[in-house]
C-alpha cells in the first residue's frame, strides 16, 4: 500500500474531523473523545500484522504540526492530545516483546 492511500490517512483524517468538532461544541469532554480515537486506533492494530509503531508514527508527526498551525485552542489540545496518546501507545507498542511464530 502506497504512503498516500495508507490506513492512517484515515486516521488523520477522523481525528482532524473530531478536533474540529471538539473545537466547536465546548460540552464534548476530551478524555471520552480521546478514549474513542484511541479505541479506533486499536481496531487498526489488531487487525493485522504489520509495521504498527510506523502506522501510528504516520499518523501523530502531521497531527503534531497541525496542532502547532491551528490557532484554536481546544483544537489545539485535542490534536496534542491524540498525538501524545499515540506516543505512549507506541512506546508500549515497543516495550512489548514479540512471540515469533
Known amino acids: 500500500m502506497s504512503t498516500e ?3 492512517y490517512v484515515q486516521m488523520r483524517k477522523l481525528a482532524q474531523q473530531m478536533a474540529i468538532q471538539y473545537q466547536k461544541d465546548t460540552n464534548l469532554a476530551l478524555g471520552p473523545l480521546l478514549a474513542h480515537f ?3 486506533v ?10 504498527h ?8 508527526e502531521p497531527l ?5 498551525m491551528t ?5 489545539k489540545e485535542f490534536l496534542h492530545a ?4 499515540l506516543q505512549d501507545r507506541i512506546r508500549r ?9
Not at 503534531?64 to 502547532?68: I, S, V
Not at 507498542?93 to 511464530?101: F, H, I, Q, R, S
Open 93 to 101: 507498542e515497543l516495550d512489548t516483546p514479540t512471540l515469533l511464530a
Open 5 to 7: 492511500f495508507g490506513p
Open 53 to 60: 509503531s510506523g502506522f501510528m508514527e504516520r499518523i501523530r
Open 64 to 68: 503534531n504540526l497541525d496542532a502547532e
Open 82 to 85: 491524540v498525538a501524545d496518546a
Open 38 to 40: 484511541m479505541d479506533e
Open 42 to 51: 486499536e481496531v487498526n492494530v489488531a487487525s493485522d500484522r504489520y509495521d
Open 71 to 75: 490557532l484554536d485552542q481546544r483544537r
